[in-house]
């Protein structure tokens, strides 16, 4: 799981503990002046979420504040073209929003709105990368980079630069249906309160991410991203959990999910990384 400490404008709804295999993304504290809005929001409309091409760039009726029309590309590569996907500007995002009925969104928190989407797209894309890092060329070599541990990762995958980068195709949205996991999660939170109590995810995406092969060949893998609200931070900055994994629609993805957890798990638990920090 990937996590986010983001801008305060959507505080965290959870005051129990994130999901176990959490780890933290941050970012800098904006302005704090929209910390009314619901971390809802962000279900609302994402900007990979085949927002339209020819969305007008021109203030919306009745509108009241000057939003910027700067659009910024993401480092997401599109499946579709030779390019990166970009992201709308707060002005497209507004009308996009009016659009599809959210006429209730203050014009004053739009911008903030862009750049936390724009950072937890970009944090759940890197954990992405992660996972096609370590399996894009087949279990054998997944096994070798997950046997080691997560820590190790950094220093063997990461600079494995034979590795074809994956493309984003498209994007799914679906905020009112709960994965598995977060469902056997929210399970053990009834069961056992302490170790698993949380919040359920606020949001839900699955990404469908195009992997290249070492022969050449070109693989759709479903990716399923949970989001979740943590608790804040001492300073008030709002922390998001972005648990982002392949869905299990085939075997293979089964495997590579059970590798990355087996092979951290038996890394710590058989005293390799004691013995490697003692040597």
Request: glycine share 6%; with cysteine.
């Amino acid at each position: 799981m990937h996590a986010s400490k983001s801008t305060p404008s959507f505080p965290p709804q959870s005051t129990g503990q994130a999901p176990e295999s959490s780890c933290p993304i941050k970012r800098p504290t904006d302005s704090q002046s929209h910390q009314s809005s619901s971390t809802s929001t962000l279900s609302k409309l994402n900007p990979l979420n085949y927002m339209p091409s020819n969305l007008p760039q021109s203030r919306a009726p009745n509108q009241t504040v000057n939003l910027p029309l700067e659009r910024e590309t993401s480092s997401i590569p599109r499946g579709d073209a030779d390019s990166n996907w970009e992201y709308p500007s707060p002005q497209q995002m507004y009308n996009a929003m009016l659009r599809k009925g959210y006429d209730d969104t203050p014009e004053d928190a739009v911008e903030t709105m862009v750049a936390v989407h724009n950072f937890l797209n970009e944090g759940a894309w890197g954990e992405i990368l992660g996972w096609e890092q370590r399996f894009s060329r087949g279990l054998s070599r997944g096994w070798e980079y997950c046997k080691n541990g997560e820590a190790a990762f950094e220093t063997i995958a990461r600079s494995d630069t034979r590795i074809s980068p994956p493309r984003l195709l498209r994007f799914q949205g679906r905020p009112k249906e709960m994965t598995p996991k977060a469902k056997a999660l929210q399970a053990l939170g009834q069961l056992y309160p302490a170790k698993f109590k949380s919040d359920p995810p606020f949001d839900r995406h699955d990404w469908y991410v195009q992997r290249q092969t070492p022969d050449g060949e070109k693989q759709e893998v479903r990716y399923v991203i949970d989001y979740y609200s943590g608790p804040p931070e001492p300073t008030g900055e709002p922390v998001f959990y972005l648990d982002v994994r392949p869905a299990v629609d085939t075997p293979t993805a089964a495997v590579e999910r059970l590798m990355r957890w087996g092979g951290d798990v038996w890394y710590r638990a058989s005293g390799t990384e004691v013995r490697q920090q003692a040597g």
